[in-house]
């Protein structure tokens, strides 16, 4: 047997604010939805895949990302180039998103693998890296993986 991963859920707040931010700024495409008052949800796929749902989003959170909790520690997408994390970089900088480090950053010292890192309206922490590109990227940490403490 081998597992993989099928789709990631995620609970948020107000999921329309949550739609927005996801496939405005990020680009996933809306599958499914309901909105039924109290058990709302919405399926999101990627641009460019068949009808599989990649990320679910649950409006069943009372408040913001909580990062003492249990649970997530953050998401990760690859995309398969630094000039694609370049590109969703520049798209969240103008939704207005705000960045935990400056630019593109490797996931180590002397890393070729990096990315950018931020949270989405809920304060769920995000990153979209590449396996591959960043060598000489600075490393916020030294002794950290970058991904660990943002």
Known sequence: MALRTGHVGLN??????????????????LLGESKEEDRRYA??????????????????AQGSYDTTRAGLHHLALEVDSVEQVRAYESSLRAYGVEFAYE??????????SGGIFFHDPDGTRLEIYAPSGTDGAPAPSATAPTCGFF
């Not at 068949?50 to 409006?59: A, C, G, K, N, S």
Request: negative net charge; hydrophobic residues 45%.
């Open 12 to 29: 948020v707040t107000d999921l329309d604010r949550s739609l927005a931010f996801y496939q405005v700024a990020l680009g996933f495409r």
């Open 43 to 60: 399926f999101l796929g990627a641009e460019g895949e068949d009808d599989r749902p990649v990320l679910t989003l649950w409006q069943q």
């Open 103 to 112: 630019g593109v950053v490797a996931h180590r010292e002397g890393s070729a």
